[in-house]
């Protein structure tokens, strides 16, 4: 859904892969799994910021594919730009690869966590 003739999709088998490929540097943005093997989506988007503070790494975007309501919380935690709720919808997907890709965040509506107003009866 996001190959065309401008863009280079490198797959990493793993996440101090992703680690070890940003380092080398040329990498726009970063598309991970909140749930991939031993090193999901979170440790990943947190070591990367973490290499970014003392300068072991150049600053890249990362994009988050959640499974469900918790996730975006620990996405926001995690210093991720943009996040996509599954199932993927190729047109939402784009968008935040675009809204990334041009220095704007991106944050999927589709699990926006529920609005608790205290004092009132009426909870969402």
């Known amino acids: 859904?996001?190959?065309?003739?401008?863009?280079?999709?490198?797959?990493?088998?793993?996440g101090p892969d992703v680690i070890h490929r940003v380092k080398q540097g040329g990498i726009d943005l970063v598309i991970v799994d909140?749930?991939?093997?031993a090193m999901g989506g979170m440790a990943i988007c947190m070591d990367l910021r973490h290499e970014e503070?003392?300068?072991?790494?150049?600053?890249?975007?990362?994009?988050?594919?959640?499974?469900?309501?918790?996730d975006v919380f620990l996405a926001r935690r995690s210093g991720a730009e943009g996040f996509?709720?599954?199932?993927?919808?190729?047109?939402?997907?784009?968008?935040?690869?675009?809204?990334?890709?041009?220095?704007d965040g991106?944050?999927?509506?589709?699990l926006r966590p529920a609005t608790v107003r205290v004092g009132?009866?009426?909870?969402q």
Do not use: C, F
């Open 1 to 14: 859904m996001l190959e065309g003739p401008d863009v280079l999709i490198e797959e990493v088998a793993n």
């Open 34 to 37: 909140m749930q991939i093997g």
């Open 84 to 103: 996509v709720v599954k199932p993927l919808d190729p047109q939402r997907t784009r968008s935040a690869v675009r809204a990334l890709l041009a220095g």
């Open 53 to 70: 503070s003392y300068g072991a790494a150049d600053p890249v975007s990362v994009l988050m594919l959640l499974d469900r309501r918790p």
């Open 120 to 123: 009132s009866t009426n909870v």
């Open 106 to 110: 991106y944050e999927d509506e589709s």
